[in-house]
């Protein structure tokens, strides 16, 4: 039920992009994106509920194929803030809505 | 913004002792809340759905008489550690769906650090 997400950790340097990926071998019915800093809670990114939904926010986006049951994040011209652990949070078709099952974590640290 | 608020942020026990943490929804009405609990490093392992006004329904593996909820109101769920031991000690988390402006959204409480002695 958990979902498999890679790469492990990504190490950037301010302006490079980066890309994260999310699978599950489950039907899902959304997929849920969050950040989180040491020692705080996980904040929302995003959600995507639609097969071939793409969303966006400033510099961050993501993808969902509902099909292949994979959502990819997306980092674009990154900044030192965008450091952190990112989540992907799978809530399968069927289950009760908001129950989710999160991936081990990509940690991402960007460099100056 | 939504908000749900955890209380207490930290606590600390000695062993044999219960440890009850507070989730509430601020501003919105939350039928349904989970409580998660993360290991240093590692990711988030949903514990239990918590339904207001019924019984929580708890993952596999998680002992239902160890991690006493109650969700007695549409606001507040409330989660037990009965007898913690240092095993115990992580940091728990507790969420609840809402729809903003016409989206579905998942907010988060701070956390509660909880370390058994």
């Known amino acids: 039920q958990q979902p498999v997400q890679s790469p492990q950790a990504v190490i950037l340097r301010e302006g490079e992009d980066a890309v994260i990926n999310c699978s599950s071998s489950k039907a899902l019915y959304s997929v849920h994106w969050y950040r989180q800093k040491h020692g705080e809670a996980p904040v929302f990114l995003m959600i995507?509920?639609?097969?071939?939904e793409q969303k966006g926010h400033e510099k961050i986006s993501a993808s969902f194929n509902e099909k292949k049951q994979q959502s990819s994040l997306y980092l674009t011209a990154s900044q030192l803030s965008y450091s952190g652990t990112y989540f992907c949070?799978?809530?399968?078709?069927?289950?009760?809505?908001?129950?989710?099952?999160f991936g081990r974590g990509t940690q991402l640290t960007v460099w100056p | 913004g939504a908000v749900v608020s955890q209380h207490p942020s930290r606590v600390i026990c000695k062993s044999g002792t219960s440890v009850k943490i507070e989730c509430r929804s601020l501003d919105f009405q939350a039928t349904t809340m989970f409580w998660y609990r993360q290991f240093p490093k590692q990711s988030l392992m949903l514990m239990a759905t918590?339904?207001?006004?019924?019984?929580?329904?708890?993952e596999q593996g998680v002992e239902k008489d160890k991690f006493l909820i109650n969700h007695a109101s549409l606001t507040l769920s409330t989660l037990t550690v009965t007898s913690a031991h240092p095993e115990d000690s992580s940091f728990y988390i507790c969420s609840a769906p809402s729809r903003d402006r016409g989206r579905d959204t998942q907010y988060f409480g701070p956390g509660t650090r909880l370390t058994v002695l």
């Open positions: 918590s339904n207001e006004g019924s019984k929580a329904t708890y």
């Open positions: 949070g799978t809530e399968d078709r069927g289950s009760t809505l908001g129950r989710l099952y």
């Open positions: 995507l509920l639609k097969g071939g």
